[in-house]
């Protein structure tokens, strides 16, 4: 009799919804000779966010219109590899490590004595208006660093990046995220490798 109630429990039970798939981040940056040589170890903190992008799914922005005011929704099915904030932490710090250029390059929550604390504040990270012609993903940061000795922050930059998208399909829109990604992590290494610290000694 139990088994016959369980089993008529089961059949009335929903198909499981599909495990959804996967993301990572495809970045192509090129080295620039123009890059020195950098005498001080770099924490790297968690970028801050909105709720909306403090998480592992696909953040989409439709356009506001008279008749819709602007909306947010998720790709459907598709996620990132890990929350979003704490996927770019560890591709900041791979990206920064691969360019050999820095003493150390570290999370914040690694007991390291480092001279800089880089903190990024991520405004957009999102597909925009994916039905209009054409739609768009859209890319926006702002990066500050933080001297630990003084507590002050000696530089900040914002990164924008936004990549059209012609083909309404998802593999479009990924591909458009690793230009745009590609191009922002370029414009960043850049900046961070070459901004002018007085307070800090390096080498050529």
């Not at 012609?133 to 002050?152: C, G, H, I, Y």
């Amino acid at each position: 009799m139990i088994l016959s109630l369980l089993s008529g429990c089961v059949q009335v039970l929903p198909d499981p919804a599909p495990p959804a798939q996967i993301y990572n981040l495809s970045v192509d940056v090129t080295t620039n000779k123009k890059w020195p040589n950098r005498n001080w170890q770099l924490s790297v903190a968690q970028p801050s966010t909105s709720l909306m992008l403090d998480s592992q799914r696909i953040a989409i922005r439709f356009q506001e219109t008279p008749d819709s005011p602007k909306t947010w929704d998720y790709v459907k099915e598709r996620k990132w590899i890990e929350r979003l904030p704490s996927m770019l932490q560890e591709d900041f710090i791979e990206q920064l490590t691969n360019t050999q250029k820095l003493k150390g390059v570290v999370k914040d929550t690694v007991a390291l004595n480092a001279d800089y604390l880089l903190l990024a504040t991520l405004y957009e990270f999102h597909i925009d208006n994916p039905f209009a012609s054409p739609a768009f993903v859209s890319l926006r940061l702002l990066m500050q660093l933080r001297d630990n000795e003084t507590q002050k922050i000696v530089a900040s930059k914002v990164f924008w990046q936004k990549q059209t998208v012609l083909e309404k399909n998802f593999p479009a829109f990924k591909k458009a995220f690793d230009q745009a990604y590609s191009l922002l992590v370029q414009d960043f290494l850049d900046w961070i490798l070459t901004v002018n610290l007085k307070s800090k000694a390096q080498t050529g």
